[in-house]
């Protein structure tokens, strides 16, 4: 979506461009004008039985005013009436999103991945499939060669397979690839994994026809999804195991997913909306790519950016809790070691805590005290959660181009009127970014569990142990604590990197592959690992502040407690932990507590002059 839009909390709310808001209009006129119609006609019926009623009752002038009076309040009451109906139900109807293959963002994907847009291609897409399918079967019926047109797959590369073969040789080559273990993607997930390939194909490279893409179009339209197990890709020549099965259930085989029969054989349910033949003869167009682990990536990216912001407020919490000192994020300390992320999350973290902007009685009442320095997981926020900032940063950046590029093999070249053979189903840049992103992210998890430590340990806090009353009797925080640990300690193994890994396959021909798949599968989990560590600190800091009661501390932080006790009761005796710790994650993955503090932040901002911060990425 472009900036300068003149309606952007439209487009922001909704995802629609200008145009598609201008045909919105256009409908809603068409529809109003004769829904209005009809309202009049109804109304006034109405009103003429009302005003027989009372010429029974009264004399006949007051009703003949009456009458003129009522019909211009029917006909006004049914234009606005109708009016608002129908751009409420344009609204709804036109939210699709347009594919052209280079304009695809992470968070699009992801709202894609929810089901809130349906899909269309841009004209200009539309011209380039074409030219780039002319040229496909313009080499069939010359007869050439080309590697998995008409020759076999991988090691079979130089079997010449016969014109009345192909249909088959294609329908093979899905079958067999379709060869993946385990549970399959969500739905979110497979839907995701449609709309990038989808996105890829509408580029114009693939030699994929019209026909076939608009089936897929057509599928994701109606949420008609594949069964795709999510292990079985080394991730070299793209992710072969997971798009064959996405492709197989689009052909009417396998199983498939739809909102009215949920999972069942795909004939049943793909059927009624895709014609199998169709996508025959193009089967190396749609499995020869990135787009499992590249799909993964964008929601495991857009989650990190959610949790990275919310860390930088719920640290802060932690640090008035355990009366930490604010001098470490001095503006002059950080200016002289300025890593974008390190300033970015110094500056927030002084917009949080000010003295000036925002006074805090917590703070106020040990401003005195001897304490110059905090520990680590305390003074070196700046420097910590700075660089899981910087990482996610520049993972995203790898993403925005890995979701615009053409990652088939053959490519096919419309303009040069011909195909060329290459390694961009390679998926070492996708793989070894998720790496980075675990890795990177790891550490807002890591950072959270010590000071989560920090909180329940009375010898580190001044607190109630485990900050419970009556402990003996109630356990408080301990096992929460724990939790927190485990989770750290599972996202270590799970930030191994998995990209430094690679197999011979498919007879030494795929002799080094990226293992992106699994990069993928465990950068995600090492995620939600984070938001589960962050929303139990979350929880612990809250509740440290029921402890420092009456005193207040600044006004964002005190609105970030105020919102966690809307879904969370303080801990006065023990109960059940779960569902708190379910609840401050669903927070977090709503950014609800980064919504609540960011007007206030902006505030800071204001005060230096700066940009108020992004309403959304
Ligand atoms: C994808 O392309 C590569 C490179 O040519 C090839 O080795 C591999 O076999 C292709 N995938 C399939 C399923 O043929
Ligand atoms: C998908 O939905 C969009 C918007 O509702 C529509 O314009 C488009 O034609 C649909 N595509 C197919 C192939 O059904
Ligand atoms: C990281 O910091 C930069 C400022 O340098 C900011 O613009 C960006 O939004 C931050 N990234 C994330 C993911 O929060």
């Not at 026909?211 to 020549?237: D, H, R, Y």
């Not at 999972?263 to 089967?283: E, M, P």
């Not at 290459?422 to 807002?444: Q, R």
Request: proline letters at 4%; glycine letters at 6%; one cysteine or more.
């Amino acid at each position: 979506m472009n900036e300068n839009d003149p309606f952007p909390w439209l487009y922001k709310e909704l995802s629609l461009s200008l145009s598609q808001v201008a045909t919105c209009l256009y409908h809603s006129l068409i529809v109003s004008l004769s829904l209005s119609f009809s309202l009049i006609v109804v109304l006034s019926l109405l009103m003429d039985v009302q005003e027989h009623n009372d010429f029974i009752n009264a004399g006949k002038e007051e009703t003949a005013i009456g009458k003129r009076q009522s019909d211009y309040i029917a006909v006004s009451l049914s234009v606005c009436l109708s009016l608002t109906l129908s751009v409420c139900v344009c609204l709804v109807a036109f939210q699709y999103l347009s594919l052209d293959g280079n304009s695809l963002n992470t968070a699009d994907l992801v709202r894609l991945g929810k089901g809130l847009f349906n899909i269309k291609l841009t004209y200009e897409a539309e011209g380039k499939v074409n030219e780039a399918r002319e040229v496909i079967e313009t080499i069939i019926k010359e007869n050439r060669v080309v590697y998995g047109v008409n020759t076999g797959f991988g090691k079979f590369a130089h079997t010449l397979i016969p014109k009345d073969k192909l249909m088959e040789l294609q329908a093979n080559l899905i079958r067999s690839h379709s060869a993946g273990v385990g549970p399959p993607l969500s739905v979110e997930r497979t839907r995701m994994l449609l709309a990038l390939r989808i996105n890829v194909l509408a580029k114009g490279y693939s030699g994929v026809s019209m026909e076939t893409i608009q089936a897929m179009v057509k599928a994701f339209n109606a949420s008609c999804l594949s069964w795709v197990p999510e292990k079985g890709t080394v991730g070299a020549s793209g992710d072969l195991a997971p798009l064959a099965h996405l492709t197989l259930g689009l052909m009417g085989e396998g199983r498939m997913w739809s909102p009215q029969r949920g999972w069942d054989h795909a004939k049943t349910v793909g059927l009624t909306t895709i014609k199998d033949k169709c996508f025959i003869v193009q089967g190396i167009g749609l499995i020869n790519g990135t787009q499992m682990m590249s799909s993964l990536a964008a929601e495991a990216v857009e989650r990190a950016v959610g949790v990275a912001r919310q860390a930088d407020i719920i640290a802060a919490l932690s640090l008035e809790a355990l009366r930490g000192t604010t001098k470490a994020f001095h503006s002059d300390v950080h200016a002289v070691r300025p890593h974008p992320g390190q300033i970015e999350v110094a500056l927030r973290l002084r917009s949080l805590l000010h003295s000036d902007i925002f006074p805090s009685q917590i703070s106020d009442s040990h401003r005195t005290c001897d304490r110059v320095q905090d520990a680590y997981t305390l003074r070196c926020i700046p420097q910590v959660h700075g660089v899981a900032n910087d990482t996610i940063a520049f993972v995203k950046s790898i993403l925005s181009t890995e979701l615009n590029s053409a990652t088939d093999n053959p490519l096919v070249f419309a303009e040069r009127g011909e195909t060329i053979s290459g390694g961009n189903f390679h998926g070492e840049y996708p793989a070894k970014a998720l790496d980075y992103l675990a890795i990177g992210v790891h550490e807002l998890a890591s950072m959270s569990e010590r000071r989560t430590e920090r909180l329940v340990n009375p010898s580190l806090s001044e607190l109630p142990a485990f900050l419970v009353q009556d402990g003996g009797l109630n356990s408080g925080f301990m096992i929460a604590h724990c939790t927190a640990a485990a989770l750290v300690s599972e996202s270590k193994t799970l930030c191994h990197p998995s990209s430094v890994d690679s197999l011979s396959t498919s007879a030494a021909t795929e002799d080094h592959v990226s293992m992106g798949g699994w990069a993928a599968r465990k950068a995600l989990r090492v995620v939600e690992h984070v938001e589960q560590v962050l929303a139990i600190e979350l929880l612990a800091a809250c509740q440290a502040l029921e402890f420092l009661r009456p005193l207040k501390s600044t006004t964002p932080l005190e609105k970030v407690h105020e919102l966690v006790r809307t879904v969370v009761r303080p801990w006065d005796h023990d109960r059940q932990m779960s569902p708190d710790i379910e609840a401050a994650h669903t927070l977090l993955r709503e950014e609800k507590v980064w919504e609540v503090a960011r007007p206030y932040m902006d505030q800071y901002r204001d005060r230096l002059g700066l940009k108020p911060l992004p309403l959304d990425d």
